[in-house]
């Protein structure tokens, strides 16, 4: 999300919810949030799962020297599994990549109109392997920018809104989804600004 846009939905929420105009006055507005629309962001996105970001940059740079910096999908597709083996991607991750890479080869996926309807698109998102609902929240949120994803799954988001609200300890998934609700459209924001509470002193 585009600064603007965060600071507009949170001054929005914070005049009818005290509780996060007092987060924003202690810790102050959260910087923008952007990834790039596309291909390159989902397939980064499956090469860094469960790895060290120094590790994910590795295979990054040798998969772009492998498959040229655009990353298409014909010439992932066209790799063959030790190549990509050698770049550091396992068999599981290369199922993951070539699943999106498909899906978009055969026209099942176009990742530059996707359905306005949020959950829609969580629904395109999450039939390429390796795509859960988290990260496909994840990349509506940051290369999209839309302003009503609540990516209630996340930890960093449940921890630092027990923060901003106070509460005795970090609420669960449906509790987060609960809690958030009288913030829509606005809720994209919020997230952002749970981030940015996380691990701030000022709270």
């Given at each position: 999300?585009?600064?603007?846009?965060?600071?507009?939905?949170?001054?929005?929420?914070?005049?009818?919810?005290?509780?996060?105009?007092?987060?924003?006055?202690?810790?102050?507005?959260?910087?923008?949030r952007l990834r790039e629309r596309g291909h390159r962001t989902l397939l980064r996105t499956i090469v860094g799962q469960q790895v060290s970001v120094a590790a994910a940059a590795s295979v990054w740079?040798?998969?772009?020297?492998?498959?040229?910096?655009?990353?298409?999908?014909?010439?992932?597709?066209?790799?063959?599994?030790?190549?990509?083996?050698?770049?550091?991607?396992?068999?599981?991750?290369?199922?993951?990549?070539?699943?999106?890479?498909e899906l978009e080869v055969n026209g099942e996926l176009d990742l530059h109109n996707l359905p306005a309807d949020d959950e829609e698109a969580i629904a395109q998102l999450t039939r390429i392997k390796g795509i859960g609902r988290w990260s496909a929240e994840i990349?509506?949120?940051?290369?999209?920018?839309?302003?009503?994803?609540w990516p209630a799954g996340d930890l960093a988001v449940q921890a630092g809104l027990a923060k901003i609200l106070a509460l005795p300890e970090r609420p669960s998934e449906k509790a987060t989804r609960e809690l958030a609700e009288a913030w829509r459209?606005?809720?994209?924001?919020?997230?952002?600004?749970?981030?940015?509470?996380?691990?701030?002193?000022?709270?």
């Open positions: 999300m585009r600064e603007e846009d965060i600071v507009t939905g949170l001054d929005t929420v914070a005049a009818a919810d005290p509780r996060i105009a007092a987060a924003l006055e202690r810790a102050g507005y959260p910087g923008a740079r040798k998969l772009e020297e492998l498959l040229g910096e655009e990353m298409a999908p014909d010439a992932l597709l066209a790799a063959d599994f030790d190549a990509l083996r050698a770049c550091g991607l396992s068999r599981q991750k290369q199922g993951y990549a070539r699943s999106l890479c990349y509506l949120l940051f290369a999209e920018g839309r302003a009503d994803i459209p606005h809720r994209g924001a919020v997230a952002i600004l749970t981030w940015h509470c996380y691990n701030n002193p000022a709270l």
